[in-house]
């Protein structure tokens, strides 16, 4: 692979959370019944992000929860032979709740419908909806994310790579080109 442009710096990245959190809170009038649910891996820290900073503009705590969506995604026989299978934790329950699910990027949808099955076998929210940290095209279902930190046109040889202090020692957005 080869690097081809950084996309969001640091500050960049928190000023698009920020707006996120901003952006939540007036579609739902406030913090009440609302609930976050990060994807693994890098949807839990933003997630974990987006709580700090609605706890810090309407001073509560909005519960927090960690999907993995390893076993209901559809191309399972071709990520791995044996799949990393991580731990699904949801401490509250669903009913007569709001859920935001967190995610870093959406690209054809695939990883959001996994995530939407994930999430109805835990229960029954009120609503769903959908944040991520940046919306790079090429939808193959039809999905779109509710809150967008950036949106990037690609080209489907270029990956998106998100990295966050919590995973990989730095936060940044960067764009690359798949040289396969």
Do not use: C
Not at 30 to 58: C, D, F, S, Y
Not at 77 to 93: G, K, L, M, N, Y
């Amino acid at each position: 692979m080869e690097f081809k442009a950084n996309i969001l710096s640091a500050d960049e990245m928190k000023r698009a959370l920020t707006r996120i959190a901003h952006e939540i809170l007036e579609r739902n009038k406030g913090a009440e019944h609302l609930a976050l649910i990060g994807v693994h891996t890098r949807g839990i820290p933003l997630a974990a992000r987006l709580a700090a900073k609605l706890r810090e503009l309407e001073s509560t705590d909005v519960p927090l929860g960690k999907l993995d969506i390893t076993l209901y995604r559809d191309d399972l026989s071709e990520i791995a032979h044996q799949p990393i299978v991580r731990r699904t934790e949801v401490p509250f329950d669903l009913a007569r709740r709001r859920v935001i699910l967190v995610d870093d990027v959406l690209y054809t949808g695939r990883t959001v419908r996994a995530a939407l099955d994930a999430l109805i076998d835990l229960g029954r929210p009120e609503g769903i909806q959908l944040a991520v940290l940046v919306d790079r095209g090429h939808r193959e279902l039809p999905i779109r994310a509710d809150y967008v930190g950036k949106n990037l046109p690609t080209a489907r040889d270029e990956v998106v790579k998100v990295k966050l202090q919590e995973t990989d020692e730095v936060d940044a957005v960067e764009l690359w080109e798949d040289a396969r």
